[in-house]
Structures are given as structure tokens and as C-alpha cells.
């Protein structure tokens, strides 16, 4: 049975669909049977998925959109023989697919930007991960080490109780010129670095 992680927040432009394609293709670099549910009927995976089809470093990872509040009675008949499968979450206001999506999932992987102001929506998404009972793990991207903003945001976790990951993604304008395209650079080694720490969180 596949491992499968929910990438989720209740706030858009919290870096998901980056996220989950970074973790996606870590884990498709590694040699594993990976795939990527998108759940936005806006279909943003799916449609990078498609760009980089026509280019040098097109996805490995498998890459389907199914955006349902029936996600884990549907998640095995559209994942066969996948040993990692990331969800992609939906749009903020599409709460039932979320909560479905997580319900479906294994763990919760929640974006946090390190921007204060980007974090107002964390804690309703650990209530809906805690009400789904399934556990839930932070990861900060955007993240400018020695500012105001990573010390203010760090602050907030700690409030909200959020237990984080170490792995951080570095804010660089070289994460925008992975869009449409397999990771690489900066974006990769965040995802394999995801990928790790999360498989050792797994392995208790």
C-alpha cells in the first residue's frame, strides 16, 4: 500500500503545488513509483505536468486530477502499485475536498511562507488534520534566514503548535524558473530533503 502525504493549507499562494511537486519527483528520482493526485479543479500540477511534457526535463512522476470529497474510497483504484502518492491540496475554499484529502492520507504536510502575514491560516488547517486524525508536520518555504520575517514567523508556529520539519525551502528567485519543469537546483534538494526527513518521521 503506498505512503501517501497531503500537501494542505487553508491559504493560496502558500507554495503547495511547488511543494508537492518537489516531493513527487524526490521520490520518483529515488527510483519509487510516485504519484501525484492534484485535487484543485483549477489543475495547476497537471497543467505543469503538461508543460514540461514538451520539454528536456519533463515529470517523472505520474501526475492524475481528481478533485472529489471522495478521495479515499477513489485513491486505490487510481494509484496502483505507487509506493509514495502526494497530494496536491485544492483552493482555500474548497473545504470538503480538503478535509477529504487528508482523510485519505497518511500525513498532512502543511506549506507555511515564512511571512507573518501568509500564516493566518495554518491553525484552522491543523484543526481540520487533527479532526481527520491524521498527523500533521509544517514546513516553512520562502524562508530568508537572520530576518524579521523567518524570527516572526518562527514565533507563530510555536503558538499555533505546529510541530516542524527541519528542512526548509531557501526564498530564491531560482525556485520561479522550475515552473512548468522537473525540479532542479535549489527546488530538488528541498524535495529530497522533504523526502528524507519525512521517511524517517514515517519510520518512527
Not at 486530477?65 to 502518492?85: C, E, F, H, N, Q
Not at 524579521?148 to 514567523?153: D, I
Not at 520561479?176 to 514515517?202: F, H, Q, S, V
Amino acid at each position: 500500500m503506498a505512503f501517501t502525504v497531503a500537501v494542505i493549507v487553508l491559504k493560496g499562494g502558500a507554495g503547495k503545488t511547488m511543494t508537492s511537486i518537489a516531493l513527487a519527483e524526490a521520490a520518483a528520482e529515488s527510483g519509487a513509483a510516485a504519484t501525484l493526485v492534484d485535487s484543485d479543479p483549477m489543475g495547476g500540477a497537471v497543467r505543469q505536468d503538461a508543460l514540461a511534457q514538451d520539454t528536456t526535463r519533463p515529470l517523472r512522476a505520474t501526475v492524475l486530477g481528481l478533485s472529489s470529497p471522495d478521495l479515499p474510497k477513489r485513491m486505490g483504484s487510481i494509484t496502483p502499485g505507487a509506493d509514495l502518492v502526494v497530494i496536491d491540496g485544492p483552493p482555500p475554499g474548497a473545504l470538503k475536498i480538503a478535509q477529504s484529502a487528508m482523510e485519505a492520507a497518511d500525513v498532512v504536510l502543511i506549506p507555511c511562507p515564512a511571512r507573518p502575514g501568509d500564516l493566518d491560516r495554518v491553525p484552522a488547517t491543523l484543526e481540520m488534520a487533527e479532526k481527520a486524525g491524521v498527523p500533521a508536520f509544517g514546513v516553512f518555504n520562502f524562508y530568508k534566514t537572520g530576518t524579521n520575517n523567518a524570527a516572526a514567523a518562527e514565533a507563530l508556529v510555536v503558538s499555533y503548535g505546529v510541530e516542524m520539519l527541519e528542512t526548509k525551502l531557501i526564498d530564491s528567485t531560482k525556485v520561479a524558473e522550475n515552473y512548468g519543469l522537473r525540479p532542479r537546483g535549489i527546488t530538488a534538494r528541498y524535495g529530497r530533503e522533504l523526502l528524507d526527513e519525512l521517511t524517517r518521521k514515517a519510520a518512527g
